[in-house]
């Protein structure tokens, strides 16, 4: 792990300043990469030269190129790449704009495309490279009120699965990530526009949690996480049976519509 470089996309967002914290913990040196200018200075001035910051639209193919080669510039080279930028746009599908539906699948899907396009001849250079996304559980099991976001989600799972078989031959690692809800300002949109009442069934994970898994997914390199861990297991068994879904998803919403107010006080 040592003196290794990372980008972090979405670097200035609740996971991912977490997981810069945590790279950083681990003496790996950090390139925050966000489409926030002033949270990226302010990442810069709090970690001076531990940290480089570099803008970048990971929706726009040729603003990912210049800021991987701005990377490769810099610091000649990079060693992992983590894909955590994401947005979520709640909403029942038959009342989804397209210019929701669009720019979810931009920025969650397209937007790692993107990335790992782009870093990845440069990651074959190295000689223990990883790849991490930063996923959602809604890439494993659907959460209604989502349908746009999860269907971004369970798309990012089959690539990235794909990717961990493609790229053993380069010894490239490749890992996702699935969070049950975080606490994060993300998940405080979601509160306030009607997200899925299965986002708050249980109390949220803190970004910390998460990004203890992405350092855990490059060290043991397993190639999916779930966090929490005791969700793995229901969430994968739950899905071999559609029916069963189908049939508890109701119980599981009104479960979570309960607890919403709960959960809303707590990110408050």
């Known amino acids: 792990m040592n003196n290794k470089i990372a980008i972090v996309t979405g670097a200035a967002g609740g996971i991912g300043s977490a997981i810069t914290k945590e790279l950083l913990n681990n003496e790996i040196f950090c390139v925050c990469v966000d489409i926030n200018k002033k949270a990226l200075a302010g990442l810069q001035k709090h970690y001076g030269d531990k940290v480089v910051t570099l803008y970048c639209d990971i929706t726009n193919p040729e603003s990912v190129k210049g800021m991987v080669q701005s990377v490769v510039k810099k610091c000649g080279g990079f060693d992992i790449l983590i894909n955590n930028a994401g947005i979520i746009e709640p909403n029942l599908f038959e009342h989804v704009s397209y210019n929701e539906i669009v720019r979810q699948v931009q920025v969650n899907l397209m937007g790692p495309i993107n990335c790992t396009y782009e870093a990845l001849p440069h990651l ?145």
């Open 124 to 268: 074959k250079k190295s000689k223990h490279a990883s790849i991490v996304t930063i996923a959602s559980l809604a890439g494993i099991v659907p959460e209604t009120y989502s349908s746009i976001y999860t269907a971004t989600k369970f798309a990012l799972r089959g690539l990235f699965l794909t990717l961990h078989i493609e790229l053993k031959k380069y010894a490239i690692h490749v890992a996702t990530i699935f969070p049950d809800s975080v606490q994060t300002p993300m998940l405080q949109y979601e509160a306030a526009h009607g997200g899925s009442p299965l986002t708050f069934l249980s109390k949220p994970q803190r970004p910390e949690d998460v990004a203890k898994a992405v350092v855990k997914a490059i060290v043991t390199k397993k190639p999916e996480i779930v966090v929490p861990a005791s969700q793995g297991f229901i969430t994968r068994l739950i899905m071999v049976f559609p029916s069963l879904v189908v049939k508890v998803w109701p119980v599981l919403e009104k479960m979570g519509s309960k607890n919403k107010d709960k959960i809303k006080r707590l990110l408050s």
